[in-house]
């Protein structure tokens, strides 16, 4: 039981280039977030999904783009890099455990946008 | 947006200090509140999940009580050792979503 797996762990992309972040769980999950950190900011949601297919934006989407074409796999996707999104990235699932619901972390990737 | 606010947002003490700290959340509306410690380049990982008022839940010299009628929640930690040196999270669920304040950064001085 791996629990949250991202990929990479770190990254340096260049402005203007896209790529996508990895995450992965084997909980059988049906809610998965993805964060970033930020100092002095703390978490803040940048998308989430309630299940295979269903996908909503949180308090910072704007960049970014996220599918849910399984249960396990939750891609975020960096459309255009920006020096703003200069983060550490999170991804979190999570499901209910003696009648609450309980959240799960990956690892993290550190992005660098120069 | 839920607010939910966390206080100090950084304390250092020293070894075998105990101390605690605070995080306010809405008092209506409760289901849970979620207590995560995160290390220095590391992930947030659970410590309690309260979800009953009054409840008090206890992880070796750490322990949390709950209040959900005042909207809020204590963090105590007795005897602090360098290695709880951590930012503590709390978390209060919403809908689909976790709304997490900003933590208060514990340092502890040997």
Request: proline share 5%; aromatic share 12%.
């Amino acid at each position: 039981n791996a629990g949250v797996t991202q990929t990479p762990k770190f990254q340096v992309l260049k402005t203007g280039q896209s790529m996508t972040l990895q995450c992965a769980q084997d909980m059988n999950h049906e809610y998965m977030s993805w964060y970033r950190q930020d100092p002095g900011m703390g978490l803040r949601l940048i998308h989430y999904s309630v299940g295979a297919g269903i996908t909503d934006q949180g308090e910072v989407p704007n960049g970014y783009n996220v599918s849910r074409s399984t249960t396990e796999d939750f891609p975020l996707r960096l459309l255009s890099a920006a020096p703003s999104q200069t983060s550490v990235y999170f991804c979190a699932s999570s499901g209910f455990s003696g009648g609450a619901r309980e959240q799960y972390f990956g690892p993290g990737t550190r992005l660098t946008v120069t | 947006i839920l607010n939910v606010e966390q206080s100090p947002q950084s304390l250092h003490v020293q070894e075998g200090d105990s101390t605690n700290f605070t995080c306010s959340f809405p008092s209506s509306n409760f289901y849970a509140l979620h207590w995560y410690r995160w290390e220095t380049a590391k992930s947030p990982e659970a410590l309690f999940v309260m979800t009953l008022n009054g409840d008090e839940k206890k992880k070796g010299r750490i322990s949390a009580t709950l209040n959900t009628k005042e909207g809020y929640s204590y963090l105590y930690i007795k005897g602090s050792q360098p290695e709880d040196s951590a930012t503590y999270l709390c978390a209060f669920p919403g809908g689909n979503q976790f709304y997490f304040g900003t933590g208060t950064s514990l340092t502890v001085i040997p």
